[in-house]
């Protein structure tokens, strides 16, 4: 596996990046071809603690996590466990992908049968439904509607595309846009 790291505000020393590269060496048992996958590190410093974030983006969808914690090398051994455990509950479902493209090779991960299953298999749920009339409107009315009705997204239609938008509070306290093609 190929792993890029960089510090954001931070010098990412060589033990540092040592010890990622160590434990990243854990998930490759998960990929047809570990060379051709890219890891994507960033460490960055927030207030008295140290977050990591690791990307792994793949043919067919994106592994991604991240954690703040006092230690940079707890945050990536949680780190590390959240993607692994990422592979492991979704194991049926990425299966069940790979039957439907009928091709492998469009496929980045192998599952290995080995793998106990820890967790019960979650289904995904959908317990309520709401139709909604996405008015034309700007970004930063869309933003004021949200926060009118407390919610941490909106969908509207914006008023200079005309698509369907979606507008997001961000952990950060900042907001974000998605916007359909």
């Known amino acids: 596996m190929k792993i890029s790291i960089r510090g954001d505000k931070v010098k990412v020393t060589d033990s540092i990046k040592n010890y990622i ?7 490759d048992k998960y990929f ?5 996958v890219e890891a994507k590190v960033v460490i960055k410093i927030e207030r008295d603690r140290q977050k990591v974030e690791i990307t792994i983006p793949l043919k067919n969808f994106i592994l991604r996590a991240e954690e703040s914690q006092k230690d940079v090398y707890a945050a990536v051994d949680m780190l590390v466990d959240k993607i692994e455990r990422q592979i492991r509950k979704n194991k049926t479902r990425l ?3 790979m039957r ?11 599952i290995i049968d080995e793998i106990e299953e820890e967790e ?6 959908i317990v309520k439904r709401k139709e909604v009339e996405a008015k034309p409107m700007s970004e930063e009315e869309a933003i004021l ?3 009118l009705i407390g919610h941490d997204f909106y969908l509207f239609k914006n008023q200079d595309t005309m698509k369907p938008t979606l507008v997001y509070k961000r ?4 907001y974000g846009i998605i916007e359909t093609i």
């Open 21 to 27: 590269e160590e434990k990243l060496e854990k998930i």
């Open 32 to 36: 047809d071809d570990p060379s051709n």
């Open 95 to 97: 299966q069940s992908q």
């Open 100 to 110: 439907k493209t009928k091709d492998v090779r469009d496929f980045s991960v192998k």
């Open 120 to 125: 019960e298999e979650e289904q995904f749920k």
């Open 145 to 147: 509607q949200m926060e």
């Open 171 to 174: 952990k950060d306290n900042q």
